[in-house]
């Protein structure tokens, strides 16, 4: 009877059928008809070689229009077949205080920092942040001097009043409360300056050539002062928070591009484990970038996702020995045979099931294989089937 193939596409534990090196019509059939018959039982199985294929074989696939099997060369994993951490990217221009928050929400305590095209530029990790915000603030000043004045109007929810047509800074941040705190009036050119509902201080630090005054707690702004901002060239943005919420978050403003570290150790995805293994056992960072070809980047890994993967699972077929199988097997999990040669020489770590039959041909196993699950294959596999078990059996016996 007929039996539906169950859909395998939530399936991840992908089971690889391969025959062995060299394979013969016998070897690369068989491959291609258990893989079919495990995807109709509604298990995860691809048939895969380890050679070429030869003339006859070709001639057979080609004859019934059945794709060859995926060509793989070890056993290893790659950093492809294993599952690790969606990558969190910001653009080059996201502010730091977006960063954070977007860093408290993700577990590699990472940030990528990309370009238009999603290819890699830097690192901002949470440690990158917190000794930004854990520094005097006047070891900070660098940093506000090449921040952009809207990203401190973002950063701070607030309006402009007044936006000047050219904005420099020297990167000194002023808070102050009362008239009291007003000193030298050099002292705040070229500052940014927040302040109260204060008339006479405000005309003060706008004569005093500031750059930005940010206005706290203030329902009305006269129009001499804004008259006197656009005099002065002084950008006014006013804001709702208060001033120990502006003191604890002024400093977020500035880009990641200015903090972001440059000198990545990352990762291709075509990368085996074990030389992944080597290279971050001597660093210390907690999560690293996983990139393709063209540098993008696809996803985060770390030290815990190479020693929690599962090994790549394969079944053999028309051979059972270790110089006739896949390259580095022993990284590799068997999770079954079947063949009709000889008994050779591959060892397992836990029992398997193992069907070795005195019998002209692999696919003659796989074929009684079929009948016994009571599945009728495919017309093009029966076909191939038939094929295989005519060139690999002698006077047919």
């Known amino acids: 009877?007929?039996?539906?193939?169950?859909?395998?596409?939530?399936?991840?534990?992908?089971?690889?059928?391969?025959?062995?090196?060299?394979?013969?019509?016998?070897?690369?059939?068989?491959?291609?008809?258990?893989?079919?018959?495990?995807?109709?039982?509604?298990?995860?199985?691809?048939?895969?070689?380890?050679?070429?294929?030869?003339?006859?074989?070709?001639?057979?696939?080609?004859?019934?229009?059945?794709?060859?099997?995926?060509?793989?060369?070890?056993?290893?994993?790659?950093?492809?077949?294993?599952?690790?951490?969606?990558?969190?990217?910001?653009?080059?221009?996201?502010?730091?205080?977006?960063?954070?928050?977007?860093?408290?929400?993700?577990?590699?305590?990472?940030?990528?920092?990309?370009?238009?095209?999603?290819?890699?530029?830097?690192?901002?990790?949470?440690?990158?942040?917190?000794?930004?915000?854990?520094?005097?603030?006047?070891?900070?000043?660098?940093?506000?001097?090449?921040?952009?004045?809207?990203?401190?109007?973002?950063?701070?929810?607030?309006?402009?009043?007044?936006?000047?047509?050219?904005?420099?800074?020297?990167?000194?941040?002023?808070?102050?409360?009362?008239?009291?705190?007003?000193?030298?009036?050099?002292?705040?050119?070229?500052?940014?300056?927040?302040?109260?509902?204060?008339?006479?201080?405000?005309?003060?630090?706008?004569?005093?050539?500031?750059?930005?005054?940010?206005?706290?707690?203030v329902d009305i702004v006269s129009g001499n002062i804004l008259r006197l901002a656009k005099e002065y060239g002084c950008t006014i943005i006013k804001t709702v928070q208060d001033m120990l919420w502006i003191a604890r978050n002024i400093y977020k403003a500035p880009n990641v591009e200015l903090i972001m570290e440059r000198k990545i150790i990352a990762f291709h995805n075509h990368a085996y484990i074990g030389d992944v293994y080597t290279k971050m056992s001597k660093t210390r960072y907690r999560s690293y970038p996983v990139l393709n070809n063209q540098g993008k980047v696809l996803g985060a890994i770390s030290r815990y996702h190479l020693l929690n993967y599962k090994k790549k699972k394969f079944i053999l077929l028309d051979h059972n020995e270790g110089s006739q199988s896949i390259d580095d097997l022993n990284e590799g999990e068997v999770m079954e045979i079947i063949d009709h040669h000889r008994i050779g020489d591959i060892e397992t770590s836990s029992p398997i099931r193992f069907r070795n039959e005195i019998i002209g041909s692999t696919c003659t196993i796989i074929s009684k294989i079929y009948k016994e699950n009571g599945i009728v294959p495919q017309p093009e596999i029966a076909a191939i089937l038939c094929c295989a078990i005519i060139s690999d059996t002698m006077n047919f016996n």
């Open 1 to 217: 009877m007929m039996i539906e193939r169950k859909d395998v596409s939530y399936m991840k534990d992908v089971i690889h059928i391969i025959g062995h090196k060299n394979p013969d019509t016998d070897s690369i059939v068989s491959s291609i008809a258990y893989a079919e018959l495990k995807r109709t039982l509604g298990i995860n199985a691809i048939a895969c070689r380890i050679g070429d294929l030869n003339t006859e074989t070709d001639f057979v696939l080609k004859k019934f229009k059945v794709a060859e099997p995926v060509y793989i060369q070890t056993a290893k994993c790659k950093l492809y077949d294993i599952p690790f951490d969606e990558a969190v990217t910001v653009s080059k221009d996201c502010t730091i205080k977006e960063a954070w928050d977007r860093i408290n929400r993700t577990k590699n305590r990472a940030l990528y920092v990309v370009d238009k095209e999603e290819k890699l530029l830097g690192v901002v990790s949470i440690s990158d942040i917190t000794s930004i915000l854990m520094n005097e603030r006047s070891t900070n000043k660098v940093l506000m001097k090449k921040t952009p004045v809207d990203n401190i109007r973002k950063v701070l929810k607030g309006e402009f009043l007044y936006e000047a047509p050219s904005y420099r800074t020297n990167g000194n941040v002023h808070i102050l409360a009362s008239k009291k705190s007003f000193e030298d009036a050099d002292e705040y050119k070229d500052s940014i300056v927040v302040m109260s509902d204060d008339l006479e201080l405000q005309k003060k630090v706008i004569c005093s050539h500031a750059a930005c005054l940010i206005l706290v707690n």
